[in-house]
């Protein structure tokens, strides 16, 4: 593979296929987003095109660049219509089943050559790529959330990926902006395995009243340099990804820090999952992470 513009296909059409199609699409490459749901597909091409428009009003980029991005990105219900991409990058649920199965399905699709990229943040890279006759092929790339602004993505090689598939991924993710971070196939990997038992930290320094959301908040931004507070982060990526991702890593390492704390549990049961419900920690006139 070389440096010219790919065909690349993004299955799975919410947040982060939605953001990680933006990326792709910003770099130069044409992009198909995928999703069963066709009302998913038109969701994640509107976050999209709310991702340029704010980019062009903010004067990151022309309105002929946005256009240009628009232009080259399209979306399908139609998993054969991937059948041309030189790269397919999943971002479906976090279920090792979910992720074999597909790989499966794409093995009758597209060529053997074609790299199947999986955004995983919990699950075994090896494991995911066993559900491929070609695991050599199988990349983990781990985007951080929300995709389109953070530069860094875990690179995780399967224990039968080749070294032409590694390579090529990494020239890849480099032609889209991103830093690549080279890291074990282990549970978690390198961020999620910081970030999930700090999070509950968080949470649990909140319920027992070390703080209050905007003061603990606060506190990270203002004295540990982070961009953003743990609750403003825990609103974007929603409470219920955050369970699914600390629930699954607690599955594999049986220790307490990673498991959920019980106010996930009371919020996810009030509905209160972050910015796409309207109320999380905080609430939201705007459910949209990006728009006009």
Request: overall charge negative; glycine content about 10%.
């Amino acid at each position: 593979m070389t440096e010219a513009v790919k065909t690349v296909a993004v299955v799975g059409a919410g947040t982060m296929g939605s953001g990680i199609a933006t990326v792709v699409a910003r770099g130069g490459h044409r992009t198909i987003l995928f999703d069963v749901d066709e009302a998913a597909v038109q969701r994640g091409l509107e976050f999209v095109a709310g991702f340029l428009a704010k980019s062009v009003k903010l004067g990151k980029m022309t309105a002929e660049d946005a256009a240009g991005i628009t232009a080259r990105t399209s979306g399908t219900s139609d998993l054969a219509d991937l059948a041309g991409s030189d790269i397919v990058i999943e971002a479906v649920f976090e279920d090792l089943e979910v992720k074999k199965d597909l790989f499966a399905r794409l093995d009758d699709i597209v060529s053997e050559r074609t790299l199947l990229h999986t955004n995983t943040s919990t699950l075994s890279v090896t494991a995911i790529a066993s559900g491929s006759r070609h695991p050599e092929r199988v990349v983990g790339t781990h985007y951080c959330n929300p995709a389109p602004l953070m530069a860094l993505v875990e690179l995780v090689d399967g224990l039968h990926t080749a070294g032409w598939a590694h390579e090529a991924t990494a020239e890849f993710l480099g032609s889209v902006g991103k830093t690549a971070c080279v890291v074990k196939d282990r549970p978690g990997f390198i961020l999620n395995r910081f970030l999930i038992p700090w999070e509950n930290s968080c949470i649990d320094a909140l319920e027992n009243g070390l703080g209050t959301r905007e003061s603990i908040d606060a506190a990270v931004t203002g004295a540990l340099g982070h961009p953003m507070g743990p609750f403003r982060l825990l609103d974007i990526v929603g409470l219920d990804v955050h369970r699914q991702v600390a629930t699954r890593l607690y599955e594999q390492l049986k220790e307490p820090r990673f498991a959920p704390p019980p106010m996930v549990e009371r919020m996810i049961a009030a509905g209160d999952l972050g910015r796409k419900t309207g109320r999380g920690f905080y609430t939201y006139d705007d459910t949209k992470l990006f728009g006009a």
